[in-house]
Every structure is written in structure tokens, then in C-alpha cells.
């Protein structure tokens, strides 16, 4: 069985602060992407990365895929209470089906 | 804008009770989901949809079954209410093709079974 541990499980910090979230695995993926939900809401596709060892930004946040393609993390610079939510990574189990397996889940918490 | 419904929000039931949840999507997507999200368990798959009355068990089905007689709306069932189903139910779907599709969402079914 496929599984996907993330850590830490929570987080709270001051604006401002950084903070690196981790999503690794025994087994190889495809691809893994990250979602990012807000209460109230479906989890939002925030990225996904394909090629090991790849590093994609998007503003102040940085994922990483490991080069062996079973580990990925999340980088967020100088948080903002906005960024506040719960960050899931998951791995694709099949381009062909879409089917992913999900990691427990990291809540953040960004306090002004 | 892309959407993905689900028929209520909030949702209480009695134990045995018979459940069902709809989902609709607006995107032609061939892929549709059902999960459930328990805390500290993230997202656990219940049931997938690749195409119209095709369905394949996720990870956790026992309890549920599924229906899906249009492309658009994917249902999802409890035969029989138990506490221990009581859950958020999110609904996604998904396009086909190569490489990584992004799965839409929907906001999620606050199920309590009392």
C-alpha cells in the first residue's frame, strides 16, 4: 500500500516567519501535487511537479520534488495570515486515472 | 468558472438510515471521485468513476456504494447509516488524458449520524 506522511501535522507561527512543510513516502510517484483548503471548502490544486530534483515557485511559496520522486516539500517565505489553511500533498497513483493518495494533512496557522 | 456542486452542505441522519449524496460537475470530466476527509487522516478515496455506470473501490468502500447514470453527476450511497460514517463526504472530478490532471473539488457534505 502506497502511503504519504506529512509533518508536522500542525503549525502555528507569526506573520513573517518561515516555514518548510515535508510530504515523503517509500514508494516512487509520478508526479505529486500540493492543494491547499480553506475552511468551508474543497482543497484548491496549489502545483504539481513531475521531474525529480524539480523546484517550482509560485510567490512566496517553494515545492520541491526529490530526486528519487518519493519525497516533496513546501516552502513558505515571510507568511501572511492568508496563507492560514490546511496543506495536503498528494501523489498520483495513475496519469492514465487520475487517482490520487493523499497525505494526512498540515494545518497552518498564521497568526498577525 | 469551472464547478463542481454537491447537493447540501450539512446533513444529519439516524443510524440505518438510507443516504444519499449527488455531486455535479459542469466541466465534462470523464473522472469523478467520492472521499471521505477524517482529521489527521487527510483524504481517503471511497469510490471512482472513469466513465458513465463504470465504477471502480477506492481504498475504504465497504459501507458505501455508487451511482453514476450521466456524466455530470456522480451519487454516492450509505445503504445503511452508522455512527462511524460520520464524516465531511468531498466530492472531485477530473479530466482524462496524459500526464497529472488537476482534481476540482467541490465544498464538501457534513454527514452526522446520530
Known amino acids: 500500500t502506497q502511503l504519504l506522511e506529512q509533518s508536522p501535522q500542525f503549525l502555528s507561527i507569526q506573520e513573517g516567519e518561515n516555514l518548510t512543510v515535508y510530504c515523503n513516502s517509500s514508494s516512487v510517484f509520478s508526479s505529486l501535487q500540493w492543494y491547499r483548503q480553506e475552511p468551508g471548502e474543497g482543497p484548491v490544486l496549489l502545483v504539481t511537479v513531475v521531474t525529480g530534483g524539480e523546484v517550482k515557485k509560485l510567490k512566496r511559496l517553494t515545492f520541491q520534488f526529490g530526486d528519487a520522486r518519493k519525497d516533496s516539500s513546501l516552502h513558505i517565505t515571510a507568511a501572511q495570515p492568508g496563507d492560514t489553511g490546511l496543506y495536503l500533498c498528494a501523489g498520483v497513483r495513475s496519469s492514465n486515472t487520475g487517482k490520487l493518495i493523499f497525505g494526512q494533512g498540515t494545518t497552518l496557522q498564521v497568526k498577525p | 468558472d469551472v464547478k463542481v456542486t454537491q447537493s447540501s452542505r450539512y446533513l444529519v441522519k439516524r443510524t440505518g438510515e438510507k443516504v444519499f449524496l449527488e455531486c455535479v460537475q459542469d466541466?465534462?470530466?470523464?473522472?469523478m471521485f467520492w472521499y471521505r476527509q477524517d482529521p489527521g487522516l487527510g483524504l481517503r478515496l471511497i469510490y471512482f468513476s472513469y466513465d458513465v455506470k463504470m465504477k471502480e473501490k477506492g481504498d475504504i468502500p465497504e459501507g458505501y456504494s455508487v451511482s453514476r447514470e450521466k456524466k455530470e453527476r456522480f451519487s454516492l450511497i450509505l445503504e445503511s447509516a452508522s455512527t462511524n460514517q460520520t464524516s465531511m463526504y468531498l466530492c472531485?472530478?477530473?479530466?482524462?488524458?496524459?500526464?497529472?490532471?488537476?482534481?476540482?473539488f467541490g465544498p464538501g457534505t457534513r454527514l452526522t449520524v446520530t
Open positions: 466541466m465534462d470530466h470523464e473522472n
Open positions: 472531485a472530478s477530473s479530466s482524462r488524458g496524459r500526464g497529472p490532471s488537476e482534481q476540482y
